[in-house]
T-cell receptor, first 114, second 114 residues
Framework: DSGVTQTPKHLITATGQRVTLRCSPRSGDLSVYWYQQSLDQGLQFLIQYYNGEERAKGNILERFSAQQFPDLHSELNLSSLELGDSALYFC?????????????FGPGTRLTVL | AQSVTQLGSHVSVSEGALVLLRCNYS??????LFWYVQYPNQGLQLLLKYTSAATLVKGINGFEAEFKKSETSFHLTKPSAHMSDAAEYFCAVRMNTGFQKLVFGTGTRLLVSP
């Protein structure tokens, strides 16, 4: 158990809908990262937050957004969903901003868009 | 830009045999390198990491990897495979400055036969 929790574990929804994925980092970790894992794209970095502020953006679509709250949990919002958004979404956390910090991954949320 | 290449999407070994999973990186600056393992329906777990200290890095579950700058490689090895090692393994690279996104390889599925 990495100490990172993600809810829900599974999510099934229809095209055009909007969903919210939630992540609670390990106790004391200030950085939260979101990754998408799909069969065709592999593991892709989406976005990073550090202590409530956006730190870096990767291949995140404009239909997707995220935020980190004062209690350090994070939410990833996916809107106008398309079939191609079906994937496993991982959240990871690390202690600080140091690049040597290990990123600890949560168990993921499997999103299926029908 | 940084990138990682993992040679072989599948590697099959017999129980007790040597495990060798290959990873080559491309980076304009000295990188930090990581190996993660993903068991079915689970998140990613860190096996080991190289952050410019010793070039031979020992990790969990008997795995180790050697950073070879001249070959731009960071291959993962284990002297004797166990059935429980069957999983997907990901090599990842990260810059040693700036923001800390992980760039992952495409993964190698390790199959262990009795």
């Amino acid at each position: 158990d990495s100490g990172v929790t993600q809810t829900p574990k599974h999510l099934i929804t229809a095209t055009g809908q909007r969903v919210t994925l939630r992540c609670s980092p390990r106790s004391g970790d200030l950085s939260v990262y979101w990754y998408q894992q799909s069969l065709d794209q592999g593991l892709q970095f989406l976005i990073q937050y550090y202590n409530g502020e956006e730190r870096a953006k990767g291949n995140i679509l404009e239909r997707f957004s995220a935020q980190q709250f004062p209690d350090l949990h994070s939410e990833l919002n996916l809107s106008s969903l398309e079939l191609g958004d079906s994937a496993l979404y991982f959240c990871a956390s690390s202690g600080g901003a140091d690049s040597t910090d290990t990123q600890y991954f949560g168990p993921g949320t499997r999103l299926t868009v029908l | 830009a940084q990138s990682v290449t993992q040679l072989g999407s599948h590697v099959s070994v017999s129980e007790g045999a040597l495990v060798l999973l290959r990873c080559n990186y491309s980076s304009s600056v000295p990188p930090y390198l990581f190996w993660y393992v993903q068991y079915p329906n689970q998140g990613l777990q860190l096996l080991l990491k190289y952050t410019s200290a010793a070039t031979l890095v020992k990790g969990i579950n008997g795995f180790e990897a050697e950073f070879k700058k001249s070959e731009t490689s960071f291959h993962l090895t284990k002297p004797s495979a166990h059935m429980s090692d069957a999983a997907e393994y990901f090599c990842a690279v990260r810059m040693n400055t700036g923001f800390q996104k992980l760039v992952f390889g495409t993964g190698t599925r390790l199959l262990v036969s009795p």
